[in-house]
């Protein structure tokens, strides 16, 4: 048996043998209790924070000392700074072994503190996900952005002057106020670029949402592929949710195109068309310039992928895409296939 607590203190007892990750069930959490060894604690993302706060979290770790049953203590921080994160934890009192799992990339296949964990958390939830047919795209370009991000609001801002934005398959905002980051006016607290007055007003003069879709006035997350914006779309513009150096992560939206067959680029982290390599996949280098991946700065790295898409605006996309059609479906096998969810499960642990 493991033993979730979350931030609230509630506990919950999962035996890990009666979960099964499915395409209708991706809880990671719960699937963090399936790879974790028996006896474990596991402590969703956001029950401790990075930072100490005079003691804020010290009722969960309470509750965590009066446990009995349980030998060992998982925290799961996916895309945050796991090295701060994992000396705020080692300031309160534990009875148990601390460890930190972390999605984020740049600890995949390094093992120099056998604290912090790598798993790919998303990478294996895409595996269960279903591929679809490769299409015959009706446009060049999609790009959907829910959470105004600093870095997002940099490429809206980019793109929306573009000759071939109209033609875009473009998506912008959420539905519902305060549960969603709308608050990003204020602050953009998981990312590093300071959004200038100058960017903010030129924001105000743009739409404030844009729907691609009629069904995409919602409040949650899809990890399917059933939109036009990879059905009707030769290339996806990932906008993934963090462009920290120091915290490169892959989500759902990453693994969106491969199971859809398009052609892509990314704004995030530096890395991630590196990372995506790393890990087996196809990235089109003979189509795509994906230079801007080893860009330092933030914004020079969105500044030069907007430029790659001026210059792919200008080549024929859907001959090219109609002449990629197999490595497409190459793409897709290896997402599906268990060699590639081999490489992060199960978890390098190793006891201290």
């Not at 009066?66 to 701060?84: A, L, P, V, W």
């Amino acid at each position: 048996m493991q033993l979730i607590i979350d931030h609230t203190g509630t506990t919950q007892q999962v035996d890990k043998n009666s979960i099964e990750l499915s395409i209708d069930n991706t809880e990671v959490i719960k699937l963090l209790c399936t790879i974790v060894p028996d006896r474990s604690i596991v402590v969703p993302e956001g029950a401790v924070g990075e930072e100490f706060n005079n003691g804020i979290d010290q009722h969960v770790f309470d509750l965590i000392n009066q446990q009995t049953d349980y030998d060992r203590i998982f925290f799961n921080n996916s895309n945050g700074r796991i090295e701060k994160f994992l000396e705020n934890c080692k300031r309160y009192n534990t009875n148990l072994p601390i460890y930190v799992t972390t999605s984020v990339n740049s600890y995949f296949r390094k093992h120099d503190n056998p604290q912090i964990i790598f798993w790919g958390q998303e990478e294996v939830i895409a595996n269960t996900q279903i591929s679809l047919p490769i299409s015959n795209p009706t446009h060049k370009f999609s790009c959907l952005n829910a959470n105004k991000w600093s870095h997002r609001i940099l490429t809206y801002i980019h793109l929306y002057d573009k000759p071939y934005f109209n033609d875009m398959i473009f998506g912008w905002g959420r539905r519902v106020p305060g549960w969603t980051k709308d608050f990003l006016e204020q602050e953009d607290f998981i990312n590093d670029i300071v959004v200038s007055d100058d960017e903010w007003a030129k924001l105000a003069t743009l739409p404030q949402r844009i729907l691609a879709h009629p069904d995409d006035d919602t409040d949650h997350n899809d990890r399917t592929t059933d939109h036009i914006a990879y059905t009707c779309a030769c290339l996806n513009i990932i906008t993934e949710t963090t462009s920290r150096n120091d915290t490169p992560q892959l989500t759902e939206k990453s693994f969106k195109p491969i199971l859809a067959g398009q052609f892509f680029i990314m704004i995030g982290s530096r890395g991630l068309i590196q990372y995506m390599r790393d890990i087996g996949f196809d990235v089109f280098d003979d189509v795509i310039d994906h230079s801007y991946d080893s860009i330092e700065d933030e914004r020079e790295r969105i500044a030069a992928a907007i430029k790659e898409l001026d210059r792919l605006n200008e080549v024929d996309l859907f001959e090219l895409h109609a002449q990629c059609k197999e490595r497409f479906v190459k793409n897709q096998q290896w997402l599906k296939s268990p060699e590639f969810v081999d490489q992060f499960l199960p978890l390098t642990y190793k006891s201290y």
